[in-house]
């Protein structure tokens, strides 16, 4: 599937009016997917490690499902960890996501590489993915906290979810301060250098999430209901797994049976299905509908 690069002037009407706010807005995008995505009310960036821990993976498929399923555009950068399994995330509910690059938007420049596949979903899933640098520009270290003040400037909050003391996940922080936007933060155990990061945010004044609604209402919006989501949406091989399951557990080898799957196969969906909230593991291997 081929999607040609846009540009996408500061001059133009639909340069986003959020940008336009923030210190040096970009002078032009360069995009491919859904540019109108920009131009959505509800807009959260959500960044983190990239060293992700199941604690953030955890956090993520608590926090994220509700706020996607209430219509809440996800915004990242396409790195590895945090920013990645969030826009899995959306690509896993049928949902559009929309990764901020430093570096070129074509194939050749895209960074990391070991992420293509990623954003080839991104694109083919609705979304969009976006860049101030040209096409051909490969990725610079100095690229990445000027593509942060994007990713913080085109979303009305931010949340955090694991960030060392050090890391370029509190630059998008300050930067979304800087530019009056809210900054939420997931807290985590004070023995992991992993969460100190966010720890400290907290005390120095964001606001702690715990649930999706602590998100929400940052929107002013009510969290959907289970019943809003939409199995269609997932993966054919992933709506096979689903179909199912129901409120009574089952366990594992037993899904395999009814639904001829292979367990390698049944055992990697319930991982993904779990890690977006279609899903619980109820423990020893039995899984229930969410």
């Known amino acids: 599937m081929s999607f040609e690069i846009g540009i996408l002037p500061a001059s133009d009407s639909s340069y986003p009016a959020l940008l336009t706010q923030i210190h040096k807005p970009p002078q032009q ?12 009310p509800n807009m959260l960036a959500v960044v983190g490690s990239r060293k992700a821990t199941m604690y953030g993976r955890q956090a993520i498929a608590k926090l994220l499902p509700p706020c996607i399923r209430s219509g809440i555009i996800i915004v990242s950068g396409m790195a590895y960890g ?25 194939d050749k420049s895209l960074y990391p590489r070991g992420n293509k596949t990623l954003a080839q979903e991104i694109l083919a899933g609705g979304g969009l993915i976006i860049s101030e640098y040209e096409p051909g520009t490969t990725p610079y270290l100095g690229h990445f906290p000027a593509r942060n003040r994007i990713i913080a400037g085109i979303t009305k909050a931010t949340l955090i979810i694991q960030a060392a003391i050090r890391s370029g996940s509190l630059i998008t922080s300050r930067l979304a301060m800087e530019s009056n936007r809210e900054v939420l933060a997931v807290p985590g155990p004070i023995t992991d250098p992993a969460c100190e990061g966010t720890n400290i945010l907290i005390r120095d004044g964001a606001t702690p999430v ?9 929107f002013e919006l009510s969290e959907a209901t289970q019943s809003d989501l939409v199995h269609t949406a997932l993966r054919e091989d992933l709506q096979i797994i689903v179909s199912a399951l129901s409120a009574t557990p089952l366990y594992i080898d ?3 049976h009814e639904t001829g799957v292979p367990i390698t196969e049944v055992s990697a969906a319930l991982v993904e299905l779990e ?3 279609v899903i619980t ?8 509908k969410a």
């Open 275 to 277: 890690m977006i909230g």
């Open 29 to 40: 995008l360069y995009y491919r997917g859904d540019i109108s995505l920009l131009n959505r």
């Open 254 to 256: 037993d899904i395999a």
């Open 210 to 218: 715990f649930t999706a609604s602590d998100i929400l209402s940052v």
């Open 281 to 288: 593991n109820m423990g020893g291997m039995k899984y229930v």
């Open 82 to 106: 945090i920013d990645s399994i969030a826009h899995r995330t959306c690509i896993e509910l049928g949902a559009p996501t929309v990764a901020v690059l430093g570096s070129g938007v074509d």
